[in-house]
């Protein structure tokens, strides 16, 4: 049996989601790069394609409908033995989802909930092994390391004061104008991300997503501009990036102000 056509995946899509406002060329364009061609079933999950398509698009909408039926119920969606871990499983679906833009391999071979279920399986199980590896430090020992990392942090900071300020300034000023706003609404303002979000009239997760856009941004422009401005062997600039790296928000706040 052959498949729909994609102009019958948008009427499909269309008479599923009349809340989502697709923007039709776009979503065509979502549908062709879906893998393989599109199976007969499709059509009967158009309606939950306009929904991952609409959520790759930032839509407040599509956004809530994701969080409300899926996300928020995700104790309902795993099986028994992971459901105690249910809210730590949904943040880290949530950012694979929405901030590492994973909702865009949703195929439509079968629902949205399956396929969030299957996603949210291998989140928990993933889960379960990180934390049967964790041994936890004792208390002596943790304290022993932060003091050795603060004297360390302390001694780079002094050294090359001036050339990461440098640095730093401008990667800051290569940035584009928004990711500057939020940096500076979210770390110099206090503005929590549910505050900047509703400053913006978009989802709280597009607001995540754009700051960790913008953070990563400025640690990338920042190492280049260092790199630049170091005459240091290899090991002891990796040293000082990952250290001021581990410190950005503390930087952020220094430098915004």
């Given at each position: 049996?052959?498949?729909?056509?994609?102009?019958?995946?948008?009427?499909?899509?269309?008479?599923?989601?009349?809340?989502?406002?697709?923007?039709?060329?776009?979503?065509?364009?979502?549908?062709?790069?879906?893998?393989?061609?599109?199976?007969?079933a499709?059509?009967?999950?158009?309606?939950?394609?306009?929904?991952?398509?609409a959520?790759t698009?930032?839509?407040?909408?599509?956004?809530?409908?994701?969080?409300?039926?899926?996300?928020?119920?995700?104790?309902?969606?795993?099986?028994?033995?992971?459901?105690?871990?249910?809210?730590?499983?949904?943040?880290?679906?949530?950012?694979?989802?929405?901030?590492?833009?994973?909702?865009?391999?949703?195929?439509?071979?079968?629902?949205?909930?399956?396929?969030?279920?299957?996603?949210?399986?291998?989140?928990a199980?993933?889960?379960?092994?990180?934390?049967?590896?964790e041994?936890a430090?004792?208390e002596?020992?943790?304290?022993?390391?932060?003091?050795?990392?603060?004297?360390?942090?302390?001694?780079?900071?002094?050294?090359?004061?001036?050339?990461?300020?440098?640095?730093?300034?401008?990667?800051?000023?290569?940035l584009?104008?928004?990711?500057?706003?939020?940096?500076?609404?979210h770390y110099?303002d206090?503005?929590?991300?549910?505050?900047?979000?509703?400053l913006?009239?978009?989802?709280?997760?597009?607001?995540?997503?754009?700051?960790?856009?913008?953070?990563?941004?400025?640690?990338?422009?920042t190492?280049?501009?260092?790199?630049?401005?170091?005459?240091?062997?290899?090991?002891?600039?990796?040293?000082?990036?990952?250290?001021?790296?581990?410190q950005?928000?503390?930087?952020?706040?220094?430098?915004?102000?």
């Open positions: 049996m052959e498949g729909p056509s994609v102009a019958e995946m948008v009427a499909a899509a269309r008479a599923a989601r009349p809340d989502l406002a697709l923007d039709e060329a776009a979503f065509r364009r979502f549908l062709r790069a879906r893998p393989g061609r599109l199976e007969p499709a059509r009967a999950h158009a309606g939950d394609l306009a929904l991952a398509f959520c698009r930032g839509d407040a909408t599509a956004l809530r409908a994701l969080e409300n039926d899926h996300l928020a119920r995700m104790a309902e969606i795993l099986p028994a033995r992971y459901r105690a871990e249910a809210s730590e499983v949904a943040q880290m679906l949530r950012d694979r989802l929405l901030v590492q833009s994973k909702i865009q391999d949703f195929t439509g071979r079968g629902d949205l909930r399956s396929w969030l279920r299957v996603a949210a399986v291998r989140v199980l993933n889960l379960e092994r990180r934390k049967r590896r041994v430090l004792p002596e020992h943790a304290l022993e390391d932060r003091a050795a990392f603060d004297l360390e942090l302390a001694h780079l900071k002094r050294r090359y004061r001036r050339e990461f300020k440098e640095a730093f300034t401008a990667a800051l000023a290569v584009e104008p928004r990711a500057r706003n939020l940096l500076r609404q110099l206090g503005l929590t991300m549910d505050a900047v979000a509703r913006y009239r978009v989802h709280r997760i597009t607001v995540v997503r754009w700051m960790n856009e913008a953070r990563t941004s400025l640690a990338k422009e190492r280049r501009e260092l790199r630049a401005r170091l005459r240091v062997d290899k090991h002891e600039l990796e040293s000082i990036l990952r250290l001021i790296e581990s950005i928000d503390v930087t952020l706040r220094a430098f915004l102000g």
